[in-house]
């Protein structure tokens, strides 16, 4: 065997379903992992490593990713998915990955993993779809609003963020105040060959702000401790989100910083999921008027592993959120570019948000993840305007 490569059955078999959970778990459980690889049957794991390791640390390396999947894998029981649209059979003009293009016209600069720079027509694409979920939004009448890219640990911590996704915060600090420390990273900071700035983690200040990873976690917070309207809060924004994802940052697919357009909810129960599907309702006119390929069927979340079973049956069984998965033809797979959630009155309880009665606010939201529909658009339509839907030909100048 190659000394590189790990090669081992599973503890616990991997159910076909959650070969994709378990495998994108993968890339958090050692820095020294490369790739992971699941087969398809979830009977083998195959790991690439970024260098050789004695066998002690190989057994430690196994172990670890055998308690991942015994968490996870161990007396799952397959959901039932519900699909409410189905439409991934539509025709497109493109089988390409566009990624390669993008790359070459220079609509794309990669500044680090999960990290890029967009063009014009990418931007163009997304400014389209945004005025499209702007219209979404005004159907509503949804007031705007605007909100931090950073949020404080304490908000996160309330609703119990870390114990559900620690995997993919990404932490903001500052250096200390104090002169010394200040003189002392001005006169020596410097990156390694890696991109790695060496700097004492002793000079930073304690964590007190956290990158934001949603959008519409800053509205529940501006209403914690609260009493609602009666008739409830409707509610639009657009926002930098930040999901850190490890080796699962290969393209536009999965970004560490990306952007996202929501229009939230907050009242009764009845208010939430009213509106919840009559957004779904309008978004699949927008979507038809262009042939857009796409599925919307029930989902979970990405938990992290101790919590990842539990969560995922719960929002299953509730019918919690619903995907909008995009056909991709090159990889004949689909992408997640959009979601209907419903949170029930989690964060009504946990942030005292109180309807006039006094019992607790329901809350939901859609939400659009912008450069992933961009992406999605021209996986299925490609780079030629001439075939493109006509609504959509006059993006470019």
């Known amino acids: ?38 087969s398809p049957a979830g009977d ?27 968490s996870m894998a161990q007396g799952a029981i397959r959901p ?7 439409y991934l059979d539509r025709p497109t003009p493109f089988a390409g990955d566009p990624m390669p293009e993008l790359l070459r016209r220079g609509e794309l600069s990669r500044e680090a993993n999960g990290i890029y720079a967009l063009g014009p027509l990418l931007s163009h694409l997304i400014d389209w779809f945004e005025r499209r979920f702007l219209g979404l939004a005004e159907s509503f009448s949804a007031q705007p609003y605007r909100f931090p890219t950073l949020i404080p640990a304490q908000y996160l911590e309330r609703v119990g963020y870390f114990r559900a996704f620690p995997h993919s ?91 996202m357009r929501e229009v939230i909810f ?38 992290f592993i101790g919590e990842f079973r539990k969560q995922a049956a719960f929002q299953s069984a509730f019918q919690l959120k619903y995907e909008i998965r995009a056909r991709l033809p090159f990889k004949d797979g689909t992408l997640a570019v959009g979601s209907y959630n419903y949170h029930q009155d989690f964060f009504g309880r946990h942030l005292n948000i109180r309807l006039p009665d006094g019992s607790p606010a329901h809350t939901g939201c859609v939400a659009f993840g912008l450069e992933r529909i961009a992406f999605a658009f021209l996986a299925q339509f490609g780079f030629d305007p001439t075939q493109w839907p006509s609504s959509m030909q006059e993006i470019l100048p």
């Open 1 to 38: 065997m190659n000394p590189l490569t790990l090669q081992f059955a599973p503890a616990a078999a991997i159910p076909v379903h959650l070969i994709g959970e378990v495998q994108s778990k993968l890339a958090y459980v050692d820095e020294r992992i490369a790739k992971a690889q699941i």
């Open 44 to 70: 083998q794991i195959s790991l690439e490593l970024k260098r050789a390791v004695p066998t002690a640390e190989q057994a430690v390396i196994e172990e670890k990713v055998q308690r991942v999947v015994v």
């Open 80 to 86: 039932k998915v519900q699909v409410l649209e189905d």
């Open 169 to 259: 915060l990404s932490f903001a600090t500052h250096l200390r105040e104090d002169l010394d420390q200040i003189d002392a990273f001005a006169a020596g900071a410097a990156c390694d060959d890696h991109g790695n700035l060496n700097v004492p983690l002793e000079r930073f200040a304690p964590i007190q702000t956290l990158l934001s990873p949603a959008v519409c976690y800053h509205l529940y917070f501006t209403l914690a401790d609260q009493t609602l309207s009666p008739q409830g809060i409707t509610a639009t924004a657009v926002g930098n989100c930040f999901r850190y994802e490890s080796l699962n940052l290969q393209s536009l697919e999965r970004l560490w910083n990306f952007t």
């Open 266 to 303: 907050v009242g009764d129960k009845d208010f939430v999921l009213e509106n919840r599907e009559l957004a779904r309702q309008r978004m699949q006119r927008v979507f038809g008027e262009i042939g857009f390929a796409y599925r919307v069927e029930s989902a979970n979340d990405p938990f």
